[in-house]
T-cell receptor
Framework: AQTVTQSQPEMSVQEAETVTLSCTYDTSENNYYLFWYKQPPSRQMILVIR??????QNATENRFSVNFQKAAKSFSLKISDSQLGDTAMYFCAFMKTGNKLVFGAGTILRVKS | GAGVSQSPRYKVAKRGQDVALRCDPISGHVSLFWYQQALGQGPEFLTYFQNEAQLDKSGLPSDRFFAERPEGSVSTLKIQRTQQEDSAVYLC?????????????FGQGTRLTVV
């Protein structure tokens, strides 16, 4: 069974600064997908960024980028130029092709002005 | 529709009561998933449909939980004889394809409180 571990229950960052959220996972699969989701208080789960395991290049979406280390089974999220609207719960998730998402326990991120 | 719609948004049930939670996925989406999210935790998989076929129900915690999607669109998650440990947010997600190559779109969830 796959597991996803987020070791940081809470993180804080000053507005405009950079923060990195950690995620490790365990799997015996070779082909899979990794995701970071954002969940604000509205409970709407919003996709931030995704990474296909077969791609060596790290995914980037505007201010969001990942550091994907397949051998180490590590998938961290870097948020640059943090904004107040980035305050939310962030979940790392794993999926093998065509199947369910396995989520970590989440990291609460607070962006301070 | 514009997004995944879930109803009700909030439900308070007395212990022992039956409840039904509705998910209306994005039109044309083939795959539909139900997740249970306890307070302060990540969502956990309950069950998965591809059109009307329930392909995986391994996450349903007991035989009190039942899900259906009879016409391959709207899905209902039913919980019989609710217990306090059933209190959680129930999230529904849909994807347009049968594979994992596309984004899962989530609804806003139903917060169930069993008293």
């Amino acid at each position: 069974a796959q597991t996803v571990t987020q070791s940081q229950p809470e993180m804080s960052v000053q507005e405009a600064e950079t923060v990195t959220l950690s995620c490790t996972y365990d799997t015996s699969e070779n082909n899979y997908y990794l995701f970071w989701y954002k969940q604000p208080p509205s409970r709407q789960m919003i996709l931030v960024i995704r990474q296909e395991a077969y791609k060596q290049q790290n995914a980037t979406e505007n201010r969001f980028s990942v550091n994907f280390q397949k051998a180490a089974k590590s998938f961290s999220l870097k948020i640059s130029d943090s904004q107040l609207g980035d305050t939310a719960m962030y979940f790392c998730a794993f999926m093998k092709t065509g199947n369910k998402l396995v989520f970590g326990a989440g990291t609460i991120l607070r962006v301070k002005s | 529709g514009a997004g995944v719609s879930q109803s009700p948004r909030y439900k308070v049930a007395k212990r022992g009561q039956d409840v039904a939670l509705r998910c209306d996925p994005i039109s044309g989406h083939v795959s539909l998933f139900w997740y249970q999210q306890a307070l302060g935790q990540g969502p956990e998989f309950l069950t998965y449909f591809q059109n009307e076929a329930q392909l995986d129900k391994s996450g349903l915690p007991s035989d009190r939980f039942f899900a259906e999607r009879p016409e391959g669109s709207v899905s209902t998650l039913k919980i019989q004889r609710t217990q306090q440990e059933d209190s959680a947010v129930y999230l529904c997600a849909s994807t347009p394809s049968r594979t994992g190559k596309t984004e899962a779109f989530f609804g806003q969830g139903t917060r169930l409180t069993v008293v």
